[in-house]
Structure formats: C-alpha cells, structure tokens
C-alpha cells in the first residue's frame, strides 16, 4: 500500500432498514440518528467520541435544506466536531467515505462517523429531485431525467455485445431477490419470490427506491482491534468523475489526455470510463487485482451493473450481463454480486447507496451475513454510480486474513 | 387558480434568464470549437476539455445527423417538465455529422422508425413555460428519409 500517515479501518456500521420505503412519521433527522447512533454503538463509543464527520445527501432538494453541517452536528450532540457534507447523488454516501478516509489517513482526525441518507418523500416536486442528477442546461430543460440516460445505456450495451431479449436484465433481478430474500434489513425481506420467468423484461432491474440513511465509524487501523468487532480494512478507494452529460457516455469521453493508459476510444463506448480509472486507482492502492476479489456490491438500476463488472476487471467488456446468466453471481459463483439484494431488493435510498453497500461488505468480511454469507469472504469491492455516471466510486475492503 | 390555462408542472419553474443565456444552444446548436487545439464542443465549454484552453469560439454544429442509440419510455412520469403527460417518452443519442454526440428527443416520427442508424435533422419545437411565463423553444430531430 502507497504511504499515507495511517491505514484506515471500519469499526462500527449502521443502517435503517428497508430503505426502499417512505417514512412519513419521520424526519430526515430521525433517519440520520438511527444509522448513526446504531454504528457509533456498534464501534462501542459513544457520541461525544466522535471528533470528526461527513454526511452525503441526494442534493439539496432531498430534504429542501443546504448546508446541513451544522444541522447534523446538533442533531447527533457531537458539536462542535465538524461534519463535512456533501451532495454528489447516488454516491454520495461512498464519495464521504473518500473523504472520511482522507480525515483518519491524514492523522488530522482519530474518530470519524461517515454517514449517507435520503429523504426524498419530503421533496415537494418529487420528480425534480430525480431529475437534477444532471447538470440541467441541455438535458433537464429538455425533459429528460437521469433515468433516461440508464436506460440509453443498457440499450446500447445490450445491442453492443450481442445480447438479445431481456433474459440478463431477468437472471440479475432473480439475483438481487434471492440475496434480499436472506438480508432481514432489504425492503423486499419475507415477501414471496417473483416468478424467474416473470422477470425477463426491461422494468425487472429498476430499483425500488426511498429513504434511508447507511453510517460507518472509520479508526486508524493500529486501533481496530481495541473496538468489539472484527476489523476491515479499507484498502483502496477512489472517485472518478466526467461530466453529466449523457452523450458523453455513448460519444467521446471528455478526458483529453487523462483518458486511461491502454484503452481504446471506440472500444469503451457503452462502458464507464470514470470507474475504470476509478477501480484502477483503487486496485494500485490495495495491491490487489480483478482476480483477488471475492465479492462485489454495484448499483444495479437497469443494466448498469453489467458494464460496472466490466470496469471492475471482474469479466471482459461485454460480459458482465453473462456473469448473472451463467450464475457467476451466485453465492458460490465465481464472484458473488450485490449480496445484500441490491438496489433492486435491499432498496435504494439515493445518499445512502454507497454507504450501504459498503456495510455490506463489512458484514461479509466480518462473517456475519447469515444465510447470504460468501465462503471465505477476505476481499469485497464496491461500485456506486451517481448521477448518469458522473460520480463512480470503488472501495476496496478486506479483513485479516486476505493474503496478496 | 393559475394563470395559464394549461397545468404547471413545477412548483419552481426555471429560471429565465438562465434559459435566455444558452438560447444559441438550443435553437442553433451552438457549441465551442477551440481555437487552440481544433477541439469542437457540444454544450458549449467554458474551458476546453481536451487542453483546458479558454480561448473558444462559437462554432454551430450541423443539424443533421444520425440516431446512435434510442430508448421509448411508455411510462409517464406526471410532472416532468418537457414531457408532461405525453408517452411514449422518446429519448435519443444523435450523433450529428461533425462528430459530437447530443440527447434528444425525436418527434413526429412513427416509433418503428426511431432506431439506430436512422437519419435524423434538427427543428425546433416549444419546450415548456419559463419563470416569467414565456415559452422555451428548443432542438428536437424528426428521422428524414433519404
């Protein structure tokens, strides 16, 4: 690993349960001191331990309230600890932990809590929230939605690499089921399997979305053993951006010379070139390779998940959609994907995202995922897009025994 | 009761000034071309990306090109703007001839008709109310036959 002034470990995880729902008894503050005090009372501190924080959100229009600093740190009795917010979509709660981690590498700080949430019922225009994963001028003022661009480019992945019908977009959705079936927190826990067969159409991989909140307690790592649970690490993580515009994706990337070493052009049309920079960075921190993973959380709304496996070096371009076709996603597949269920399961509250994917990664590596737990889970990795793959974060995380 | 006779569909509507602003854009196709390295834009830049040159140019795109990718949404999405209540929500990705890639929606053309590889051209078409009642024009393609 690079030389940073301290490696950094997760400690403490916390998370509202079925975040694909509405809750409209709460606040957005209930929601953020649910997730909050449960991974601080995980980590076996208490609130006032807590010296530094970052919270995500959807964007201002989640809860109709810029600045939230100072906000949080009242609600949650840390100040005047400072909380650092930030507003970058889907992943949001995955772009706070990069800087959550910068906080505890840096010395600067000993106990930070990273959280992300989303409250988007509370938004008068719930739509325009949607919407504004954009950057506007030429895309939302046109009608269109963040959405539009998914769906723009799993079409073309989906001709692109030869895939006919909707049979991938069925064998993913049956996935993400069957893990949130065994994940008591996913919104879709104890209710009926759908039908496999059922499931072969393009509005199966959607996810469901709503509010929640995801929180983690970062330490150094020289002071993980002293907190209760088993310690995982974050080995490497990274956030690549590009701009919000859609065209952008099928079209040239606009990277001008940071376009990443080895790539052709033509050939990552239809992929996201953000995250491939971003999981390469990732990967050069931890020492690790594609091969070494053993697990992966990606956000899986329409066929996004399939080119995200592809930029995780996880199956060659154009694969990715074959990786659930061929049951490699499967527990005792080749590379389990989206144990927790997935934002088409386990639910999708929009800051939250990045965060929840990543506790469920610290719960694989602890041991504790129950029925869904992966054999011998020592490397996890996470994907989380934000806005139509502007924002694409990968955190790499591994226990004890994960041997390079 | 509003004062327009057709529903509003935002609580806040855009901004006019910012609308009036990219106008070139919407009605022209006008991005940047850098004057540095030859690089052509589509929305305008304000720095270009390829060699963070500042020195820019208008340049205006042609108005014809060819539908790269397109998808037709059958499920309306009640307030949005643009759309209203209209299905099927079409929504493309033009890449016109001089290269650079646009979304856009394509209208007035059969469904059967917007595919990739299909040649389309520029019109421009009424969008939907400003913050201070005006209309906002702006590009759509039809698919022409050639």
Known sequence: MAKYEHKVAIVGIGSTAAPGRIYPT??????????????????????????????????????????????????????????????????????????????????????????????????????????????????????????????????????????????????????????????????????????????????????????????????????????????????GISLGVTSHYIAHRIGEPPMGPAFPEGLVKEETYGQSVALIAAARKAYEMAEIEAKDIDLAQVYDLTGAAFWQIDALGITEFGEGGRHFLNGDAAIDGKCPINTSGGLISYGHASGADGLNQVVENVIQLRGEAGERQVKDARCAVAACTGSAFAHMTCTVTTNDEFER | MSQFQEQIYRHTTASATRSWRERKGRYLLEGTRCKSCGAIHFPRRTACAECNSRDLEPYRHPFTGMIVEANICWQATGVHIGYGERIPRVSTVIQLDDGVCVLAEVTETPI??????ARVEMVTKKLHRESNSTWMYGYKFVVVDE
């Open chain 2, 112 to 117: 059967e008709k917007i595919v990739p590889g």
């Open chain 1, 26 to 235: 709460k606040t957005w503050k209930d929601i953020v001191c649910d997730a909050a005090y449960e991974a601080i009372e995980d980590a076996g501190m208490v609130p006032r331990d807590i010296d530094g924080a970052v919270i995500a959100y959807h964007g201002e229009g989640v809860n109709e309230q810029g600045g939230i600093g100072g906000s949080v740190a009242d609600l949650l009795g840390i100040a005047p600890a400072p909380v650092f917010p930030h507003s970058m979509n889907c992943s949001g709660g995955s772009v706070a932990l990069n800087t959550g981690w910068d906080m505890i590498a840096s010395g600067k700080y000993k106990k930070v809590l990273v959280m992300g949430f989303d409250k988007e019922g509370d938004n008068i225009g719930y739509t325009e929230n949607i919407n504004i994963s954009f950057d506007t001028e030429y895309d939302y003022v046109f009608g269109f939605r963040h959405r539009d661009g998914f769906e723009l480019m799993s079409n073309y992945y989906m001709s692109h690499y030869g895939y006919e019908g909707w049979e991938a977009y069925g064998a993913q959705a049956y996935q993400c089921h069957w893990y949130g079936r065994r994940n008591p927190k996913a919104t879709l826990y104890g209710t009926p399997m759908p039908d496999r067969d059922s499931l072969n159409h393009s509005g199966s991989c959607f996810s469901i979305m709503g509010e929640g909140c995801a929180a983690v307690v970062l330490v150094a790592a020289d002071e993980a053993k002293n907190y209760p649970h088993k310690p995982v690490y974050i080995d």
